[in-house]
C-alpha cells in the first residue's frame, strides 16, 4: 500500500470549523502573489524536533541548502542533535535521467552507519515525485535491513503550503511510527503534546509544571521528542493539541483508531498557561487533580503577578498594535493583556474562522481586527495612538516612520515567551523596546534636509 | 599546487555549504533595480531562498514565486503560471524588469522558457537554472549572461572612459562599491552588472521589499555595449565577457580571478595603470598599498603559525587562500561548494569538493575555520575557532558591509583573522594553565 496521503482529504479536514460551511481548500496559492513556505517547509518544521532521528531531503539543494540549522527548538537528548544535521541526496542531473533511488538507499545506509538514528525520516520533493522514485520501497526496505523505522514523508512543494506539510507529517507519523511500540508502563495521566515544537524551549518553561501535578507527557509531536516515545503515542489518555490547528486532522484519527480525545491549548502568557493547565485536569477528569491543578494555578499566578507589579506601571494606559499570524492573533494578546497593555488591533490575515471569533473575544467589541495589516496597520496606529507595535521585521519601517517602539515577533526571535515565566521575559524585551531612543532617532532629520 | 578532489564519493550531504543555481540567480537579478525576482517553481523553492537572504542581509527581500501546484505541474507549460504571475505582480508594484527563473520541478516538466517569454508584453528577462545542476555561482553567472543578451543593444561606439565590471557572487555589497569606487578613481565610469552595492547594502529604504530597492537600471543595462572593457572577477563570471563582447566586438576584455592582498590588488593597479595612460594611481591608493604592507608584517606572526579549514564558494576560497598565503596561512584544506577551474590554482594542502562532514572528519588538521554560519556549530563540536564568511551568515548581522577586497579591505582582513588566531590560542593556553593548576599531566604539543 502506498503511503503517500491522500490530499484531498486531508484538505477538508472535518473537524475543522471552515469546512462546515462551504468547503474552501486551505491551498489555492496564487502565481506571483503567494508568500509562505511549502509542504516540505511544514513538515522540517513539524518533524525536525525529533532530535534523535536523522532528516533526510531526497532533493536538490534549493530544497535544504537555507534551510538546515535554522530550527531555534532545543532537544534534552543526550546524542548528537540531528535536528541541527542536514543530510540531503543532492540531486543531480543523472539523478534526474535514470532515477534516484540507489543513491537514496546508499545515503539511509550512510545515515545508519555514521550517526546511528532512533528513526530516518525521508522527505521526498517536487523532482523526485515527478520522476517517480519510489521512496516507500526504498523506505521498507532500509527499515528492515537497518531495523529502525525509515518513514517515508511525501511532501513535495507542489501539493501546497506549510499547512499542508504538517498534516502530512501528522499522517506519515500515524502510520509508520504510533502504535509499533508499547510503553514499558502507563498512567492514568499519560498525554501526548501534539504540535508543541519546543521553539525557543517553550515547552520547558510549562511541562515541569504538568509534572508536579503528576501528569506524564508520555510523547510529544515534536518539541524535545523521542522517537522511542511517539512510537507509544497510542497509549495516552488525552492528546493536547498545542497551537497547531493543522494538526486536527492527527488528533481526529488518533480518536478514530485509539479512543484517545484531545483538546486545543496554548501556553502563551499567565491566562492561556493557566487555562490550558486546567483543560488538561478536567480533560483526565480526576477531581482530585482538577483540586490540585487549581491550586497550582493559584500558587503560580499569585508568584507571577508578583513580579509582574513593577512591569504592570510601566505598562499603565500603553496601547499596542499586533501584527503576527494565526493563533498569534490571539495568543500574545492575551500575554499583553497579562501585562496590563491594552491591545487595540491585531491581524487577522492568517488566522482560522475560529481564531478570529477567538481574538475579537480576547480584544473586544471596539478592537479593530485588520485583514490586510500591511496597508492598514500604520493608520491604526495614527486612529488608535498606540505606543507600541509588535510585528514580523518587515513593519520595522512603519514604526519607525510613526515614532512608536518595535518588537518583533516572528519566529527569529531567539526567546521564549510562553508559560509563566515567559510572561517575565515579554515584559524585559517589551520595557526595553519602549525605552529604546533608536525608533525616534533613525528618522531624524538630516543637517541637510529642511 | 593542491590535491584537488572534485568529486564527493558520497551519496549525500551531510552538513552541505552548497547552495542552488536559483538562489544564485535570485540573488542577481536583486541587483538589478526595481526589478522583481520571479522563481518558476513551488512556492517552497521561492520562500527558502528569501527566508536565507533576509537573514542573512538582515533586508527585506523581493521575490516572488510562480506557485506550481499539482495540477500545473502537469497540464502546464509555463504559460498560465508565468503569464499569470506577471500580471498578479503588476496589480501590485510595477517593476522594470521581472527576472524570471526555473528550478528543478519546471526543468524536469520542461517548460520552455523562450516559448513563453517571447508572449508576454513587459519587461522579463528569462534565464534556466535548474537547481539539480551548478550551484550559487553558476546561477548567478547564468543570470548575469542572459541580462546582457536578452536586454543589452548591440552597438558599434565605444566610450574610451566606460568600464563594464562583472564581480562574482560571493563578493559583499560593500565590496562590489569599494571596487568601483577603486577602478573610478583612475579616471574610469564603473557600470557594475550585477550591481548589489546599492540595493542590499544594508540601506534604510522606504519601499520594504515592494521591488529591489536600487542596482544598476535597466537603461544601464540597455546600453552596456559601448564599453571599453568588461572587467571580470572571479573565475566564475569569466564568460561574461564573451557575452558583452557579442554585442559589441571592440570591447576589450579584463580578467581577474580575484582582487585580494597584495599580490591580486597590484594585479589590478598595474592594468588600472595601462587601461587609463596614468604613471602613477591617486594617493590614496597609495596609502593604503603602504597600510597593507604594515598590516602583513603585523599579522604575519599570528597567520603564518595558523593552519586553516577554508569553506566556501570557489572564487571566494581562491581570494582568502591568495591573501592568507601572503602572510604565510597554512591552508590545510579548502572545501568548494561545486567543483571549479580556479581550484586548481588554490595553494592548499588539500582542495576539495564536499561537505562540513568531510571538514569533521579531519578536524586534527587545522586550527582555525573561516566558512560560512554552519562551521560555528562545526567549531563547538571540533573545539576550533570559527569566522564567519560566505553564505548564509545567520550569526552575525552587518553581512553586507564585510570589506576584505583590495588594499584596504585586504588589511581589515588579516587584522581580523590574526586576531580571532590570538584568541583562539590564548583560549588554549588558558585552558592549559588551568588544567596545571589542577595539576593534571597535560599535553603542550598542541
Given at each position: ?450 | ?26 540573488l542577481?537579478?536583486l541587483g ?20 536565507m537572504f533576509t537573514r542573512h542581509f538582515c533586508e527585506p527581500i ?105 564581480p562574482?557572487v560571493s563578493l559583499q555589497p560593500i565590496e562590489v562599491e569599494k571596487l ?14 550585477p550591481d548589489l552595492s546599492s540595493s542590499l547594502d544594508n540601506h534604510l529604504g ?6 529591489s530597492s536600487g542596482g ?172 564567519m564568511r560566505g553564505f548564509p551568515n545567520y550569526?552575525e548581522i552587518g553581512n553586507a558591509l564585510k570589506h576584505d577586497v583590495?588594499?584596504?579591505g ?37
Open positions: 500500500m502506498s503511503s503517500k496521503p491522500k490530499i484531498k482529504d486531508l484538505l477538508v479536514e472535518s473537524a475543522c470549523e471552515h469546512n462546515k460551511g462551504k468547503k474552501s481548500s486551505c491551498n489555492a496559492p496564487t502565481p506571483g502573489a503567494t508568500t509562505g513556505g511549502c509542504a516540505l517547509d511544514g513538515a522540517q518544521i513539524a518533524l525536525f524536533p525529533f532530535a534523535d532521528a536523522a532528516h533526510l531531503v531526497h532533493g536538490p539543494m534549493s530544497c535544504i541548502g537555507g534551510a538546515w540549522e535554522t530550527r531555534l527548538t532545543p532537544t534534552s537528548w543526550s546524542g548528537r542533535d540531528l535536528t541541527q544535521t542536514g543530510f540531503a541526496t543532492d540531486i543531480n542531473n543523472n539523478d534526474v535521467v535514470f532515477g534516484g533511488e540507489k543513491k537514496l538507499a546508499a545515503a539511509i545506509d550512510h545515515i545508519a552507519a555514521s550517526y546511528a538514528p532512533e528513526a530516518v525520516f525521508v522527505y521526498s520533493t517536487c523532482v523526485p515525485a515527478l520522476t517517480g522514485d519510489d521512496i516507500d520501497a526504498v523506505c521498507k526496505h532500509r527499515s528492515e535491513k537497518h531495523g529502525i523505522p525509515c518513514v517515508p514523508v511525501h511532501v513535495p512543494g507542489f501539493v501546497g503550503a506549510k499547512n499542508l506539510g504538517s498534516r502530512i507529517a501528522g499522517e506519515a507519523v500515524l502510520q509508520h511510527l504510533i502504535g509499533t511500540k508499547e510503553p514499558e508502563e502507563t498512567t492514568p495521566f499519560d498525554i501526548n503534546l501534539i504540535g508543541e515544537h519546543n521553539n525557543t524551549g517553550e515547552l520547558w518553561r510549562y511541562r515541569h509544571l504538568l509534572e508536579e501535578l503528576g501528569i506524564r507527557v508520555l510523547s510529544t509531536f515534536s518539541g524535545d521528542g523521542r522517537i522511542a516515545e511517539i512510537r507509544t503515542a497510542h497509549r495516552a489518555k488525552l492528546n493536547v493539541i498545542v497551537c497547531a490547528k493543522s494538526l486536527v486532522s492527527m488528533t481526529r484519527k488518533m480518536q478514530e483508531q485509539y479512543g484517545i480525545p484531545w483538546i486545543s491549548c496554548s501556553f502563551y502568557g499567565k491566562t492561556d498557561t493557566s487555562n490550558g493547565i486546567l483543560a488538561i485536569a478536567e480533560a483526565l477528569g480526576d477531581a482530585d487533580l482538577i483540586a490540585r491543578a487549581r491550586a497550582l494555578i493559584a500558587r503560580e499566578e499569585a508568584r507571577l503577578d508578583e513580579k509582574l507589579i513593577p512591569y504592570r506601571e510601566i505598562f499603565a494606559g500603553k496601547k499596542a498594535v499586533l501584527n503576527t499570524g494565526g493563533n498569534k492573533a490571539w495568543s500574545i494578546a492575551s500575554a499583553l493583556q497579562d501585562l496590563g497593555i491594552e491591545v487595540v488591533a491585531t491581524s487577522v490575515r492568517k488566522s482560522t474562522e475560529a481564531d478570529k471569533a477567538k481574538a475579537r473575544e480576547y480584544l473586544g467589541e471596539n478592537a479593530i481586527l485588520m485583514t490586510n495589516p500591511a496597508t492598514e496597520q500604520a493608520k491604526v496606529i495614527d486612529d488608535t495612538g498606540a505606543q507600541l507595535l509588535l510585528a514580523g521585521g518587515r513593519s520595522l519601517y512603519t514604526a519607525i516612520k510613526k515614532r512608536i517602539a518595535f518588537t518583533d515577533v516572528n519566529q527569529e526571535k531567539k526567546k521564549s515567551y510562553g508559560g509563566y515565566d515567559g510572561l517575565l521575559v515579554l515584559a524585559e524585551d517589551l520595557i526595553n523596546s519602549l525605552q529604546n531612543p533608536v525608533f525616534e532617532l533613525v528618522d531624524r532629520k538630516a543637517p541637510w534636509q529642511k | 599546487m593542491a590535491e584537488v578532489r572534485r568529486k564527493s564519493g558520497k551519496p549525500l550531504q551531510v552538513n552541505p555549504h552548497k547552495l542552488s543555481q536559483p538562489m544564485g540567480a535570485t542577481a537579478f538589478v533595480d526595481r526589478c522583481m525576482p520571479l522563481m518558476h517553481g513551488a512556492q517552497g523553492c521561492a520562500s527558502f531562498a528569501k527566508v523581493a521575490l516572488q514565486t510562480t506557485a506550481v501546484n499539482d495540477v500545473i505541474a502537469v497540464l502546464d507549460g509555463g504559460d498560465y503560471s508565468i503569464s499569470e504571475s506577471v500580471k498578479n505582480i503588476g496589480d501590485k508594484v510595477a517593476p522594470e524588469l521581472i527576472g524570471v527563473h526555473t528550478t528543478g520541478l519546471t526543468e524536469t516538466k520542461g517548460d520552455d522558457l523562450r516559448g513563453v517569454a517571447s508572449k508576454i508584453d513587459v519587461p522579463l528577462v528569462y534565464v534556466n537554472t535548474p537547481d539539480f545542476k551548478g550551484g550559487l555561482e553558476s546561477g548567478w553567472t547564468l543570470t548575469t549572461q542572459a541580462l546582457i543578451d536578452q536586454l543589452t543593444e548591440p552597438c558599434d561606439r565605444i566610450d574610451a572612459q566606460k568600464i563594464v565590471l562583472v562574482h568601483r569606487d577603486f577602478i573610478e578613481a583612475f579616471g574610469f565610469k564603473v557600470v557594475a552588472v522606504e519601499k520594504q521589499a515592494s521591488l544598476v537600471t535597466v537603461d544601464a543595462l540597455k546600453q552596456l555595449a559601448d564599453a571599453a572593457f568588461v572587467v571580470t572577477v572571479g573565475a566564475s563570471v569569466k564568460p561574461v565577457g564573451a557575452t558583452l563582447q557579442k554585442k559589441n566586438p571592440a570591447i576589450r576584455h579584463h580578467h581577474l580571478d580575484h582582487v585580494s592582498g597584495l599580490q591580486g590588488t597590484d594585479a589590478l593597479v598595474a592594468w588600472l595603470l595601462e587601461a587609463s595612460g596614468r604613471e602613477a594611481p591617486p594617493p590614496v591608493v597609495e596609502r593604503w598599498r603602504k597600510r597593507l604592507q604594515d598590516a602583513m608584517l603585523d599579522s604575519h606572526f599570528s597567520i603564518g603559525q595558523t593552519r586553516f579549514l577554508l569553506v566556501a564558494e570557489p572564487d571566494h576560497l581562491a581570494a582568502m587562500a591568495a591573501s592568507l598565503r601572503e602572510v604565510g596561512g597554512k591552508v590545510a584544506l579548502a572545501i568548494a561548494t561545486v567543483d571549479s577551474p580556479i581550484l586548481g590554482d588554490i595553494e592548499a594542502d588539500q582542495v576539495i569538493v564536499g561537505d562540513l562532514e568531510d571538514a569533521e572528519n579531519i578536524s586534527a588538521a587545522y586550527d582555525l575555520i573561516i566558512g560560512n554560519y554552519h562551521t560555528e556549530s562545526l567549531a563547538h563540536r571540533a573545539e576550533k575557532r570559527a569566522v550569526e583590495l588594499y584596504e585586504g588589511a581589515y582582513f588579516l587584522f581580523e583573522i590574526a586576531n580571532a588566531a590570538e584568541r583562539m590560542r590564548e583560549a588554549q593556553v588558558h585552558h592549559e594553565r588551568e588544567q596545571i593548576k589542577l595539576g593534571r599531566a597535560v599535553s603542550l604539543s598542541g
